[in-house]
């Protein structure tokens, strides 16, 4: 039985029978706290009998104070009791609501789900039954339902009674599930889309900057994954290795071009992530060609000299790397931005800084043959 399907029989049938005691007390020993039970299809769902004793007003006023304790635990038992055994608690949506945020700070995606069902309204929904929809969408992306996630953001998209920048925030969101789901070609249109609605507003002050610069930055990662495709292999001859080479070399510089423009709108965020993307596809095309095999038409000695002329222009990408990668790292530190792009930068840029070392070291002195 589904964790969805259990909570509905909860609400359900416990509103109709109630509690019930099981055990009996001693004289010499306090009565245990009623224990309250429901059954159903030969399974028992167990209420809390802790909480068993406070009504809806001192559950709500709990849960409330948990929350903002962060003691997210605490917060969905006594937000949970009062959604399933208060139906008609005029704090029961906003439990409901909170209990969904809790069980997300908790990375209980599938439970939090469940809750923000119960309230979410994509087509009509105000206030938290439209938090709700944007989260649930949220909640179905972190549990891999890509394509219900998008489903649900195109309706909040489509919405035309909504403010601009919460229809621009569900579309970016929607082309970032697309793409997840594989399908980048509408993942594409519909970034791309949100891109000119957002490039068209008269004050684009009006609307946060986090979801253009996310919208910028996940077109770079289809570029990305396009010069991910393009495999440099030797055994095909010179000429198409030129020829994938220089298409690769297309891609990434088109990856970098929407990488650029993320940074450009001024999101920390962002603009921390593009950067590191920008350092790590110097970082790959380097990798992959210093470590790629001559072609097979090339003798030994044509060969060397070829690995020695690769390695001159290779170089530069080196210094691309690093230098992107220290700008990055001055720009999260401005602003105080600390993520895993962050740490990723600096780990990167360390081994980059041995390469470019290494690069450079002089080649060690040939051995004079003996007279």
Not at 300 to 308: F, I, N, T
């Amino acid at each position: 039985m589904s964790a969805t399907w259990r909570k509905w029989v909860w609400v359900g049938v416990v509103g109709l029978v109630g509690c019930r005691t099981t055990g009996s007390a001693g004289r010499d020993t306090p009565p245990e706290p009623p224990r309250q039970e429901v059954r159903f299809g030969g399974e028992t769902v167990t209420g809390d009998p802790e909480l068993a004793s406070l009504n809806d007003e001192e559950l709500f006023a709990a849960g409330t104070s948990a929350f903002a304790a962060q003691d997210y635990a605490q917060a969905v038992r006594h937000f949970e009791r009062l959604v399933d055994f208060h139906p008609q608690s005029p704090h029961r949506h906003k439990a409901l609501y909170q209990a969904g945020i809790a069980h997300e700070r908790l990375e209980q995606w599938e439970d939090a789900a469940s809750r923000f069902s119960e309230l979410a309204d994509a087509q009509k929904g105000t206030g938290d039954a439209l938090d709700a929809a944007f989260r649930l969408a949220e909640t179905q992306y972190h549990l891999e339902r890509y394509t219900d996630a998008a489903r649900l953001l195109a309706t909040l998209a489509g919405r035309a009674d909504l403010p601009i920048g919460r229809r621009l925030e569900a579309q970016v969101q929607q082309g970032v599930c697309e793409l997840e789901s594989g399908q980048p070609e509408r993942a594409e249109t519909t970034l791309r889309h949100a891109l000119a609605t957002y490039d068209a507003l008269p004050d684009q002050d009006e609307v946060e900057n986090y979801y253009p610069a996310q919208a910028h930055f996940f077109v770079g990662e289809l570029y990305r994954l396009r010069y991910a495709e393009v495999k440099l292999d030797p055994a095909k001859g010179g000429d198409a290795l030129a020829n994938d080479l220089n298409y690769k070399a297309e891609l990434l510089l088109s990856a970098q071009g929407n990488y650029l423009r993320a940074i450009r709108v001024g999101n920390g965020h962002w603009a921390t992530a593009a950067g590191t993307q920008i350092g790590a596809l110097y970082e790959d095309l380097y990798d992959q060609l210093v470590n790629s095999p001559a072609p097979k038409e090339l003798d030994a000695e044509q060969a060397e000299v070829y690995r020695e002329e690769l390695r001159k222009k290779v170089h530069v990408l080196l210094t691309k790397s690093i230098d992107v990668y220290e700008r990055t790292l001055e720009a999260a530190e401005r602003i105080g931005s600390h993520n895993t792009f962050v740490d990723k930068t600096r780990q990167s840029l360390e081994k980059m800084k041995a390469l470019l070392l290494q690069d450079e070291a002089p080649a060690p002195p040939q051995a004079r043959p003996h007279s």
